[in-house]
């Protein structure tokens, strides 16, 4: 009993309900309080992330020697199709479902958080795509030229990155976890908003699930190794998730479990799991596109036609690529495409945004799950390929 209050799942979902309790009974008074904690945890948290991509992807590319190009493109290609198959089965639920569907909705009446009491800006040395093209191209390079001394550099920098994660960012994301939620139950959004849309909610949710069953398997077939190996220490990381609506701030949860599994390679994992919490939003791109469909039939009177999805699927395909592993980071950049392909106004827009903050946290656990299995892919592919670590 001791070492489950001790464990950190329990530590998550009791900040969790904590902060859900809190932000009830505070007024505006402690909530700037708790807002301005927010913020700096924030701060901290997205500070690290690009020293965390630096630590982990970079020494990863040199202990794979010249197989780094290789598994690179391979990594890209499978993150790319399971985001665009992803949108193109949420599409067809769409189609089948929505029609049959009464959703009204009503995006106000929510109180507003007060103001950060004082603002401790932290910004970080570079932003994450900078980071993950650096990271790229400095272990690319030093494969290339064979510079000990450089990948000697890195392993150290990896250990030092290590340390940052185990003593300050799985320290705090209680504390995170907490002020999130007790700012979206001071908002009124969980009691006021969830009802609203808890039909779509729940109809997202299943298809993330199945998604990521589908994943799981192929990668599973593919590897020819057990999935339930991967997936069974993934449980601290989607509860991370749910909590903080960051694969960012998951990052270090989602390295420490995939660590855990005996099917998945060391290499593979510091190598895989870093990259994909930056270019695979399965998840997030899947809810975005249910959304989309429901949100046009409720403004519009009608959904998108089936050549227009299709565009639209496969451009945000690419923009879940280049989209940073953060709170939103599939449905901020892609608004261009929202407004230009599907032709939403700034309603249709604001509404999206509203709606997909609701679920925001179970899209991003699905993409950390998911990710999970992608590394899975990419240890049977090092296997088939015979790249072995260090491989020159």
């Not at 449980?235 to 960051?246: D, E, H, I, K």
Request: aromatic letters at 8%.
């Amino acid at each position: 009993m001791k070492k489950i209050l001790k464990s950190l799942p329990f530590r998550l979902l009791l900040a969790l309900v904590i902060g859900i309790v809190l932000g009830r009974l505070f007024n505006e008074g402690p909530m700037k309080v708790v807002v301005t904690i927010q913020y700096v945890l924030g701060q901290l948290i997205t500070f690290c992330v690009p020293l965390i991509v630096l630590g982990f992807i970079t020494p990863s590319i040199t202990k794979l020697g010249n197989s780094a190009s290789k598994l690179l493109g391979f990594a890209v290609l499978i993150a790319y199709v399971s985001s665009i198959l992803a949108a193109f089965m949420s599409t067809g639920a769409g189609y089948l479902l929505i029609p049959h569907l009464s959703i009204a909705t009503d995006v106000e009446g929510l109180r507003e958080l007060p103001e950060v009491v004082f603002q401790l800006n932290i910004p970080q040395i570079m932003n994450v795509m900078s980071a993950l093209v650096l990271s790229i191209l400095i272990g690319l390079a030093a494969t290339w030229t064979k510079s000990k001394l450089t990948c000697d550099l890195l392993a150290e920098f990896q250990s030092i990155v290590l340390k940052i994660v185990s003593s300050v960012i799985i320290p705090v994301l209680p504390f995170y976890i907490a002020a999130t939620f007790c700012s979206l139950s001071y908002e009124g959004m969980i009691t006021s908003q969830l009802p609203v849309f808890l039909k779509i909610i729940i109809i997202v949710m299943i298809g993330h699930y199945i998604w990521l069953a589908v994943l799981y398997l192929v990668a599973g077939a593919y590897s020819r190794k057990n999935p339930i190996e991967v997936v069974k220490h993934y449980g601290p990381a989607y509860l991370t998730a749910v909590g903080t609506m960051s694969s960012a701030a998951t990052l270090a949860v989602a390295l420490s479990g995939a660590r855990k599994s005996s099917v998945l390679r060391q290499d593979m994992v510091d190598f895989g799991v870093p990259l994909f919490a930056n270019i695979h939003l399965c998840g997030s791109v899947l809810t975005e596109v249910f959304f989309c469909m429901t949100i046009s039939q409720m403004l519009y009177g009608h959904l998108p036609s089936i050549g227009t999805m299709i565009l639209f699927c496969m451009l945000l395909g690419i923009f879940a690529i280049g989209a940073p592993g953060v709170r939103g980071g599939s449905v901020m950049p892609s608004l261009g495409l929202i407004t230009g392909v599907l032709a939403f106004d700034s309603a249709g827009a604001a509404l999206l945004l509203a709606i997909f903050a609701l679920q925001d946290s179970f899209g991003t656990a699905c993409n950390v799950t998911g990710d999970g299995a992608l590394t899975l892919m990419l240890t049977g592919f090092a296997d088939k390929h015979k790249l072995n670590e260090g491989a020159k």
